[in-house]
């Protein structure tokens, strides 16, 4: 008998109808004599509502009080489903968090785990429960709850699937997998039907955020075959494995973009040790994530620095950028946010040299400018004028012949 | 400095508003030098509104999956107080039920308070925090979440005060204390100083809920004294307190009365035995609840029974008794539910006699006829004509001069 660990996201157990309809579908597993271990998230907008109500508060929002208050979410939509299993006749029990043996560090409100003692679940199982367990949460060493930041749920079904071997980790989302590109701007996109642990990294971290990258981490680490799928149709979703395991080995899996850019330039940066490490240490003590950071030749023993963050931080680090300019005396500085960054990833580029200049020979035929590159072994980004988006990204699907992959 | 547990329900924490003006009377006891443990009901509707999710997914709803379910709004309620305390710098954690160690039985939905392991309350307390417990909830030897059933949150507070041996226990509530009769029938009626267990007992069961009895049971059993008084005033409440503490013994404390009563006669019963047990039983089965029961002289080996039961209960009890009827060859049966009780309660009734003939006797100086008569030590109880009940609480309150108490 296999084991399957599922997971069902917000928007799949929004109402009741919709826990109905998961209910069905899980019974149906269970009916083909496989045990279910299934993860939930909480329903629709419980999450965003109960913070609304922790502001009321005031501004100061404790972590470990708002992970006390958030995990509640997970909790009625899991007693909910039960519910809805035991109505429909099919054996099933909820379980907390800390019911379920997730075990955690103790960094409230982006938590991670550190292990699972799984002997409940294993005993609900053989008692011939369906189990239903409450994403996103754990608990700390000093016994209080957690959560596992954003996406976490997808990180508790991982975990889950990798300590209890499960024979599948399915993740049921509100997309039908993993894409070549994004199909609202390209309609010849096609749904990959694997893809390997690191390039799903290098997607989601890109903008294709179909499974979270710590989920991701979590199913490289321990080696489990996750596949993600839609909760609203029975199509076979995507498989996320090892390299190893794939069928077919491609030189340009995807092309992603992201449009939360936001582009700084210094001028003038005096060349001397320890004045980058004064500015992204004050960005990262403010929380901005720096992207892609250039720093330009030297001349007169001064560069010009330039970096990306994301656009939806840029209000936090304006007056950080100002006061640093000022203290580094660099002669001044400019901010774009009409910038966007395209991407392609591959497993098989790093064995294939020339594909960074395909790619720019794709961009130069569209007559698109590149303000800046960064590489790794397995992707190319690019950051370019955001309204040249979606040109680029068909020239690359076209370029990489995308369309006739599968 | 001396401990304080307090307890706020459903009313007092209906919004952040509310949260805060009870936040803002924590921290001034604080203020004060005190150690305080707040214990939280559920947001205002939170509960009914979790039922009513609950019940969308189908008629069968297994009681430990509900208590998983309902356990969420007291957690809710007591991570938002912790906030809003932390918010107006006031040191404070919240706890859950598990978390606070109250250990209970596996009776989900009415699970009872087994022993409070409070090693991290006290821990919390030592640190310099409010510690706000959510109420109304514990954890089974299973380690499933239970609930304790109606006024649960009462009982928590209870068996707090009594496990961390407080100074004092107070329940803030939405009446101002314990008064000698309901005040919107006496104008007159006098809020009690003090009630002895026993009579608060009485009063709870009898109508009058201010404190639930199980909370009251815990009071007297471990000798803690309760005061419940309001949330929305700062007048002293009354002390719910050892008959021997008390600075005065009263002979009749209060007038308490219950409108949710029906009556049931059965006619010609066979004077056989088991016949009672039978009728019983069978009630008993269908969770209705008999108060009085009555049995008249027997006459040519038959005899007539009555009984009441709460008026709530009348769909479910109607069946089962037509039912019986014919079982038990009884000659037919009646059934009122224009019926009341009134009830007179004092410690001091079981060295005095005559109190119950002078409440006879003020029924019948109104021309109140008396349907069935029950008697405790400390009680005297009379079913009425549901359209005299309120004619028969003045009458007694002023017989036995309750207006003039204190």
Known sequence: MALIVSKFGGSSVASIEKIKSIALRVKEMRKQGDNVVVVVSAMGDTTDDLIKLAKGTGNELCYREMDML???????????????????GCDAISLTGWQAGINSDAAHSKAKISGIDNQRIIKEIETGNVVVIAGFQGISPQG????????????????????????????????????????????????LSQVSYEEML??????????????????MLYNVDVEVRSSFNSHPGTIITEVGNMEKQRIVTGVAHDLNCAKFALFDVPDQPGIAKSLFKALAENDINVDMVIQSAMRDNRNDIAFTIWKSDLPKALPVVRELVDKISASGMSCG?????????????????????????ALADEGINIHMISTSEIKVSCIIDESEIETAVRALHKKFELDKME
């Open 337 to 361: 946010e009409d910038v966007a960054k395209v991407s392609i990833v591959g497993a098989g580029m790093q064995s294939n040299p020339g594909v960074a200049a395909a790619m720019f020979e």
């Open 70 to 88: 958030l995990a509640t979410g997970e909790q009625q939509s899991a007693a909910l489903l039960a519910l809805t299993l035991k109505n429909m």
């Open 144 to 191: 209080d709850i957690t959560t596992l930041g954003r996406g976490g749920s997808d990180t508790s079904a991982v975990a889950l699937a990798a300590s209890l071997e499960a024979e599948r980790c399915m993740i049921f989302t509100d997309v039908d997998g993993v894409f070549t590109a994004d199909p609202r701007i390209v309609a010849e996109a096609q749904k």
């Open 202 to 219: 290098e997607l989601a971290s890109l903008g294709a955020v179909v499974l979270q990258p710590r989920a991701a981490e979590f199913a």
